[in-house]
């Protein structure tokens, strides 16, 4: 589709909420990222000349784009298209704003459509403030719940990843008291499944799943819970019978242990911050989310918007960059570049 055959995907960099990090990152990084993809953000002019300025990035341009499919991937020039209808003059930073909420939501639609249309090969996320997107009037709680609901997918998953570890979650925004009534074994082998493709999309030939237990010491054969013994077991049995290499359930603390030392390429975890704290401790900064069950590419940084440090010019873009560095892996994986 692009007379230059550039072999670089093109990928869409949505800005997130505006009063946090995220148009501080995606500038800071440019150059990075021309060096992965040609990036395009899905953003808002004159808040890119604010972050261009907060970080005196004199000798780079900035230049609006009709169609993503024209981004150039020059170092020394911000391509960006035009997205936010919301009037965010009076942004204040590390402040919740129902107009940031909205041109966040507004980013992301954007780049779905996109990414369906096959204009961009995939979508890299800066982080929203899902109290920003709730004042704006959008419902949904974050941007797994957006995509699923945009793509038409009924089967997704948040899965987050660092090098040679990849976690997914059977739950996600949730209380905890509702995760009980969300486990069952049709749904968390759908999550497997899930991890196991997108393990083989990053290049893992025989992916190596753990299934973590539910309960403290995997539930001690019913002493603390007994979903490990009728719900997990018999699962992991059903399984392995049909050809996955998964193993479990085991306890969480060591299954992650085990996992971080290299014994396992994959984790399926039941709850959002049973798979959170540990990949985010052992990613050190470092962790990249990423959506699985998705008919597009989509990863993101997997931190969040910062207000306390937001337009201050120190924020770190590096997860953003492994973000990019994942994406543009699984758009070549797909053979969706341009």
């Known amino acids: 589709m692009n007379a230059t055959r550039d072999k670089r995907p093109i990928l869409a960099f949505t800005m997130g909420d505006v009063a946090g990090i995220g148009p501080e990152i995606i500038v800071r990084a440019w150059k990075d990222l021309c060096a992965l993809c040609r990036p395009v953000i899905a953003g808002d002019g004159p808040i890119l000349k604010r972050a261009m300025a907060l970080l005196s990035l004199d000798g780079t341009a900035l230049r609006s784009l009709e169609s993503p499919l024209d981004a150039a991937g020059k170092p020394n020039q911000l391509d960006y298209c035009q997205v936010a209808t919301a009037d965010l003059r009076d942004m204040v930073p590390g402040r919740i704003g129902a107009e940031a909420g909205r041109a966040a939501h507004d980013f992301l639609v954007w780049a779905i459509d996109q990414a369906m249309a096959r204009r961009v090969d995939g979508i890299v996320t800066a982080p929203l403030n899902k109290e920003s997107l709730r004042a704006a009037g959008i419902q949904h709680p974050g941007h797994t719940e957006i995509l699923a609901d945009r793509t038409g997918t009924r089967e997704f998953a948040m899965v987050l990843a660092i090098e040679g570890l990849a976690v997914i979650h059977q739950t996600l925004h949730m209380a905890l008291r509702d995760v009980f009534n969300h486990l069952t074994p049709d749904s968390i082998a759908s999550k497997a499944f899930l991890l196991e493709g997108l393990l083989r999309d990053l290049g893992v030939v025989n992916p190596r799943l753990g299934l973590a237990a539910l309960n403290p010491h995997a539930g001690e054969h019913g002493l603390f819970g007994d979903e490990e013994e009728k719900i997990l077991r018999p699962l992991v049995e059903r399984l392995t019978a049909g050809g996955m290499n998964?193993?479990?359930?085991?306890?969480?603390?060591?299954?992650?242990?085990?996992?971080?030392?290299?014994?396992?390429?994959?984790?399926?975890?039941?709850?959002?911050?049973?798979?959170?704290?540990?990949?985010?401790?052992?990613?050190?900064?470092?962790?990249?989310?990423?959506?699985?069950?998705?008919?597009?590419?989509?990863?993101?940084?997997?931190?969040?918007?910062?207000?306390?440090?937001?337009?201050?010019?120190?924020?770190?873009?590096?997860?953003?960059?492994?973000?990019?560095?994942?994406?543009?892996?699984?758009?070549?994986?797909?053979?969706?570049?341009?």
Not at 261 to 288: M, N, P, S, T, W
Not at 298 to 322: K, M, N, P, Y
């Open 246 to 338: 998964i193993r479990g359930p085991l306890p969480a603390d060591t299954l992650f242990q085990r996992a971080v030392g290299g014994e396992f390429d994959g984790v399926v975890a039941l709850y959002h911050d049973q798979g959170h704290i540990a990949l985010k401790l052992a990613g050190r900064g470092r962790a990249v989310n990423i959506s699985a069950g998705l008919p597009i590419v989509r990863t993101s940084v997997a931190h969040g918007t910062a207000f306390d440090i937001a337009w201050q010019g120190i924020a770190d873009a590096e997860s953003l960059v492994t973000a990019t560095r994942y994406a543009a892996g699984l758009a070549k994986a797909r053979n969706l570049a341009h």
